[in-house]
């Protein structure tokens, strides 16, 4: 009984994509990959954690002082509070000069306090650029893919956009299925197949590209129905990769679609048109709206 809570305490949820993951028997310390949380942490939990680690740190050097001797100059009473509040200005550096070291004792933790900080802070301020320096894509994907006829032929679409409409050149796209499969063995696996697109590439990717994937004979989609893509647990993955004109950067993006989001004779709803001045128009709140046919 006892392995098997060790086990259910081991197991914790991973989510790659729209699919959610049991990991068990991996055991990962918080404290081994710390700079891989604090990139992929969101900014309040990234914030929340780094005003927690301040207030920690300044409460254990504020009870160092506390506990010495009146290490510290002009401190009215001795009180916990002002030597909390002298931590803060040791720690962060700030250094008013009404309250400062005045033991053997006093210097010593301040020192340690001051390593502390300059430390913490530039910990601090290489995650912080980090985390702004990050090249991304705002790219819009559409909610499902669709499966409909395409200059005649049958054909996967699926439709994204740049929200940024900055210029992102020499796009690049990539899609794959995966689907379960099993061997001559008898043993479950997952495989993923390539599917080739009629245009892999943009070479300015500003507004909206839809992307095409022919089903025919070659492809692993020919003669499957919704039964069929259900019954092998399709999934689509989507990659786009590109250079950035502002940024100066390679920038990625990816989503993921299951089985239960490709739409089979459904296509796009319109959204480009042009107006009477002979400019384009883009309606984004039918990004998403498809339609049978």
Request: some cysteine.
């Amino acid at each position: 009984m006892a392995g098997k809570a060790n086990d259910r305490k081991k197991a914790r949820m991973v989510r790659l994509g729209n699919r959610e993951v049991v990991t068990e028997g991996l055991e990962l310390s918080f404290w081994a990959d710390i700079s891989h949380r604090c990139m992929t942490a969101s900014w309040p939990a990234f914030i929340g954690g780094a005003a927690l680690v301040f207030i920690v740190f300044n409460a254990f050097f504020a009870l160092l002082y506390w506990v010495g001797n009146q290490p510290i100059a002009n401190v009215p009473g001795g009180q916990y509070i002002d030597y909390l509040y002298f931590s803060i200005e040791t720690l962060s550096t700030a250094g008013y000069g009404d309250m400062h070291p005045q033991t053997h004792y006093g210097h010593f933790v301040a020192a340690v306090e001051l390593f502390t900080g300059i430390f913490s802070m530039s910990l601090m301020t290489g995650l912080v650029f980090a985390r702004f320096s990050r090249p991304s894509a705002r790219l819009l994907f559409a909610d499902n893919p669709v499966i409909s006829n395409h200059e005649g032929q049958l054909t996967l679409m699926i439709r994204l956009a740049n929200e940024r409409h900055n210029i992102i050149a020499n796009a690049t796209a990539r899609l794959w299925l995966f689907k379960n499969g099993v061997s001559k063995e008898g043993m479950a696996y997952r495989r993923f197949y390539e599917l080739p697109l009629i245009r892999s590439e943009s070479p300015a990717l500003a507004l909206s590209w839809t992307l095409f994937h022919v089903i025919d004979q070659a492809s692993p989609l020919h003669g499957l129905d919704a039964a069929d893509l259900e019954a092998i647990n399709a999934g689509l993955g989507l990659i786009v990769s590109g250079y950035d004109d502002v940024a100066a950067q390679n920038v990625h993006a990816r989503t993921s679609y299951e089985y239960s989001d490709i739409r089979i004779g459904h296509r796009y709803a319109e959204i480009l048109q042009a107006t009477d001045d002979g400019r384009l128009r883009i309606d984004y709140s039918r990004f998403h709206e498809t339609f049978e046919g």
